[in-house]
């Protein structure tokens, strides 16, 4: 029983870590201002009828905080790759010029850096509702373990252990989001 009970606190700090990891992928999406090939990691590219990631077809650099440079591995990849990074919709214009493609990154207005800090605390709460059910589900673990004899007073430790965790989470998940929302306000 007590092996039981451990293995539902380990299970729930492991799937506690996967809302964090999501979270600091769709956080390194949002662009606050700077170039980072990260920008362009969603971006698809039709590659001999194959939807390939850019990263496999093309290296991607940042010159300066400002560019970001796309240096196809063939050189008539460069049309596909221009015409996958406009159909990204990232608000990127592409610049073909027959070797490269150059990527100015506009520098954020104030109401579309608004915007990008409503969209983080949008992907923090939804990482907090993961996390949140990942409690709740190992409550009801321990609450079935308890109706199949595991003792109350042990339960309600493991339960207290579980919001420990839950809380701990919690708070990297605020630290996250307020170091995003200062790179993105600031200039």
């Given at each position: 029983?007590?092996?039981?009970?451990e293995?539902?606190?380990?299970?729930?700090?492991?799937?506690?870590?996967s809302?964090?990891?999501?979270l600091d992928?769709?956080l390194?999406?949002l662009?606050?201002?700077?170039?980072s090939?990260?920008?362009?990691?969603t971006?698809?590219?039709d590659?001999?009828?194959?939807?390939?990631p850019?990263?496999?077809?093309?290296?991607?650099?940042?010159?300066?905080?400002?560019?970001?440079?796309v240096?196809?591995w063939?050189k008539?990849?460069?049309?596909p790759?221009?015409?996958?990074?406009?159909?990204?919709?990232?608000?990127?214009?592409?610049?073909?010029?027959g070797?490269?493609i150059?990527?100015?990154?506009?520098?954020?207005?104030?109401?579309?850096?608004k915007?990008?800090?409503?969209?983080?605390?949008?992907?923090?709460e939804?990482?907090?509702?993961?996390?949140?059910?990942?409690?709740?589900?190992a409550?009801?673990?321990?609450?079935?373990?308890?109706k199949?004899?595991?003792?109350?007073?042990?339960?309600?430790?493991?339960?207290?252990?579980?919001q420990?965790?839950t809380?701990?989470?919690?708070?990297k998940?605020?630290?996250?989001?307020v170091?995003?929302?200062?790179?993105?306000?600031k200039v």
């Amino acid at each position: 029983m007590e092996e039981e009970v451990e293995l539902i606190l380990e299970d729930t700090r492991e799937r506690m870590n996967s809302p964090l990891h999501r979270l600091d992928v769709e956080l390194s999406k949002l662009r606050a201002g700077k170039a980072s090939p990260v920008m362009l990691e969603t971006v698809k590219v039709d590659y001999y009828g194959a939807l390939t990631p850019l990263s496999q077809v093309a290296t991607v650099n940042t010159p300066d905080p400002r560019t970001l440079i796309v240096q196809p591995w063939e050189k008539k990849m460069i049309d596909p790759i221009e015409k996958a990074i406009l159909a990204a919709n990232l608000g990127l214009t592409p610049v073909n010029d027959g070797s490269i493609i150059r990527i100015s990154i506009p520098i954020l207005t104030e109401e579309r850096r608004k915007d990008l800090v409503k969209q983080v605390k949008t992907e923090a709460e939804t990482a907090k509702v993961s996390v949140r059910n990942i409690r709740r589900d190992a409550n009801e673990m321990l609450k079935k373990l308890q109706k199949d004899g595991l003792a109350e007073d042990v339960a309600k430790d493991k339960e207290a252990e579980i919001q420990k965790i839950t809380d701990a989470t919690i708070v990297k998940i605020d630290e996250k989001v307020v170091a995003k929302e200062a790179d993105i306000m600031k200039v």
